[in-house]
């Protein structure tokens, strides 16, 4: 799936040219020494996002004046520059001049870290970018109206702050809300129906028992948008924010009926974090047409062994796994990865381990 990766310049790496086998890496090394980067880096050339920052700029390293990523993905050579004057993009020798093109002739990636326990007792915010990380990469209508929401959210917001009348103009951005909202709530829905059977089997398999994950779509207005943000004008007024619109939205996670924030064990709320990215990368396979990069940033070392056994069973098998990890201790018990490649990484630079 991804053959090389070069950076420039980006986080701690002055440079990096690295080649990998098709079964992926393990890159072992002490914490903020560049390992969660390389993910990043990956994550940045395949999708345009980075799981760690919306902030483009941030990811430069200190000094630079921007910085770059290339690699050899699915037997295609991609460029991705960033500096102040803008994003280059490149496939092969074509310069794509649209982030959305660009997205339609890539790839895909499924992230897990150990942050996803959020997933399950953080939020709503960290489940939200889960289904829009989902989304976007598998409907191109999700991307861009997630995008123009998020713009006219914005500016709606803006105008309340102010605290004088400006109705003409939050009627305006309004309308955009509803067009984009709408799309955006029917979408979740869909995918939160296809994604529960995949979290449920998954959540099984992973426990080793009968534990019973249910999935429900939690919008954050009636079924009518329009009708909702009527409702809540005064309310929005006072408070000075939007209150209804899929910008509160959230997902119901349960485990035997009950909610899995407050009644699942520690054990069980990690289980259930895998579950859901194991769906996610189901779905992106069935819909995309594809095998998703799947990028593991510290997980396998927080996983007793029959846990991260079941996950690695879970996998497909074909997929590239790119993992992160500080020591190796737990490698011995997990007799899927013995031959994958490992590489040491140290102080931005990368050997043979």
Same mark, same amino acid.
């Given at each position: 799936?991804? %053959?090389?990766?070069?950076?420039?310049?980006?986080?701690?790496? #002055?440079?990096?040219?690295?080649?990998?086998?098709?079964?992926?890496?393990?890159?072992?090394?002490?914490?903020?020494?560049?390992?969660?980067?390389?993910? *990043?880096?990956?994550?940045?050339?395949? %999708?345009? #996002?980075?799981?760690?920052?919306?902030?483009?700029?941030?990811?430069?390293?200190?000094?630079?004046?921007?910085?770059?990523?290339?690699?050899?993905?699915?037997?295609?050579?991609?460029?991705?520059?960033?500096?102040?004057?803008?994003?280059?993009?490149?496939?092969?020798?074509?310069?794509?001049?649209?982030?959305?093109?660009?997205?339609?002739?890539?790839?895909?990636?499924?992230?897990?870290?150990?942050?996803?326990?959020?997933?399950?007792?953080?939020?709503?915010?960290?489940?939200?970018?889960?289904?829009?990380?989902?989304?976007?990469?598998?409907?191109?209508?999700?991307?861009?109206?997630?995008?123009?929401?998020?713009?006219?959210?914005?500016?709606?917001?803006?105008?309340?702050?102010?605290?004088?009348?400006?109705?003409?103009?939050?009627?305006?951005?309004?309308?955009?809300?509803? *067009? #984009?909202?709408?799309?955006?709530?029917?979408?979740?829905?869909?995918?939160?129906? *296809?994604?529960?059977?995949?979290?449920?089997?998954?959540?099984?398999?992973?426990?080793?028992?009968?534990?019973?994950?249910?999935?429900?779509?939690?919008?954050?207005?009636?079924?009518?948008?329009? *009708?909702?943000?009527?409702?809540?004008?005064?309310?929005?007024?006072?408070?000075?924010?939007?209150?209804?619109?899929?910008?509160?939205?959230?997902?119901?996670? %349960?485990?035997?009926?009950?909610?899995?924030?407050?009644?699942?064990?520690?054990?069980?709320?990690?289980?259930?974090?895998?579950?859901?990215?194991?769906?996610?990368?189901?779905?992106?396979?069935?819909?995309?047409?594809?095998?998703?990069?799947?990028?593991?940033?510290?997980?396998?070392?927080?996983?007793?062994?029959?846990?991260?056994?079941?996950?690695?069973?879970?996998?497909?098998?074909?997929?590239?796994?790119?993992?992160?990890?500080? #020591?190796?201790?737990?490698?011995?018990?997990?007799?899927?990865?013995?031959?994958?490649?490992?590489?040491?990484?140290?102080?931005?630079?990368?050997?043979?381990?």
């Amino acid at each position: 799936m991804l %053959r090389s990766l070069r950076l420039i310049d980006f986080r701690c790496f #002055h440079s990096l040219d690295l080649e990998v086998p098709a079964e992926g890496a393990i890159l072992v090394g002490d914490n903020a020494q560049g390992k969660t980067s390389i993910l *990043e880096a990956l994550c940045v050339l395949v %999708r345009l #996002h980075s799981p760690r920052t919306h902030r483009m700029a941030t990811l430069g390293r200190l000094g630079a004046k921007g910085f770059g990523i290339a690699g050899d993905l699915w037997g295609t050579e991609r460029q991705f520059r960033y500096s102040r004057d803008g994003l280059l993009m490149k496939v092969e020798t074509e310069t794509i001049l649209s982030q959305t093109r660009y997205l339609e002739v890539g790839g895909l990636v499924v992230w897990m870290g150990n942050e996803d326990l959020e997933l399950v007792r953080g939020p709503g915010e960290g489940r939200r970018r889960y289904l829009d990380f989902i989304g976007a990469q598998i409907d191109p209508a999700y991307r861009r109206s997630w995008s123009r929401y998020r713009r006219a959210l914005r500016a709606k917001n803006l105008l309340l702050k102010e605290g004088r009348p400006r109705d003409a103009e939050i009627m305006s951005y309004e309308e955009i809300l509803i *067009e #984009h909202g709408s799309v955006l709530i029917e979408s979740r829905a869909r995918l939160i129906a *296809e994604l529960a059977p995949l979290a449920a089997t998954a959540q099984r398999a992973i426990s080793g028992g009968d534990e019973m994950l249910t999935m429900n779509y939690l919008p954050a207005s009636g079924p009518d948008l329009r *009708e909702s943000m009527l409702q809540a004008r005064e309310r929005e007024s006072r408070l000075r924010q939007s209150v209804v619109g899929p910008h509160r939205d959230d997902l119901d996670l %349960r485990i035997h009926g009950m909610p899995a924030a407050e009644f699942a064990s520690e054990g069980q709320q990690r289980t259930l974090a895998l579950a859901l990215k194991l769906a996610q990368g189901k779905l992106l396979e069935q819909r995309g047409g594809k095998l998703p990069i799947y990028l593991m940033d510290d997980i396998f070392g927080e996983l007793d062994p029959t846990r991260r056994n079941a996950l690695m069973n879970e996998l497909p098998q074909l997929a590239q796994k790119w993992i992160t990890t500080t #020591h190796l201790d737990w490698l011995k018990e997990t007799p899927q990865l013995e031959k994958i490649a490992r590489y040491r990484v140290c102080g931005g630079s990368v050997s043979v381990a």
